[in-house]
Nanobody
Framework: QVLLVESGGGLVHTGDSLNVSCTAS????????WAWFRQTAGKEREFVAT????????AYSDSAKGRFTISRDNAKNTVYLQMNNLKPEDTAVYYC?????????????????WGQGTQVTVSS
């Protein structure tokens, strides 16, 4: 079993940057790929970015491309999401996820493990 714990959320202003992280414990070697999703009240959870634990292959949503960067530190069993030029529409609870087997996936149902989420609020 893999336990995921996010940290680093907070309140920032439009145009600011924020880095959120997620650390795995339990059986982190089971992770094939990490992912970040986000959700706002009344909306479905949506994909943000994903990265493989091994090669570092990644993929981004259209809203994240060019502003967000996903990275991982395997020695620390941690994945990061660096968010630049934040906008009010980026306000959401950001969830870390992980899956055990290939391929990488943007689908919620394909993820095996979830963190509890961290709130990111961008004020205008």
């Amino acid at each position: 079993q893999v336990l995921l714990v996010e940290s680093g959320g907070g309140l920032v202003h439009t145009g600011d940057s924020l880095n959120v992280s997620c650390t795995a414990s339990g059986a982190p070697d089971k992770i094939y790929a990490w992912a970040w999703f986000r959700q706002t009240a009344g909306k479905e959870r949506e994909f943000v970015a994903t990265i493989t634990r091994g090669s570092g292959s990644n993929a981004y949503s259209d809203s994240a491309k060019g502003r967000f960067t996903i990275s991982r530190d395997n020695a620390k069993n941690t994945v990061y999401l660096q968010m630049n030029n934040l906008k009010p529409e980026d306000t959401a609870v950001y969830y870390c996820a992980a899956k055990e087997r290939p391929p990488i996936s943007v689908r919620i149902s394909s993820q095996d493990y979830w963190g509890q989420g961290t709130q990111v609020t961008v004020s205008s």
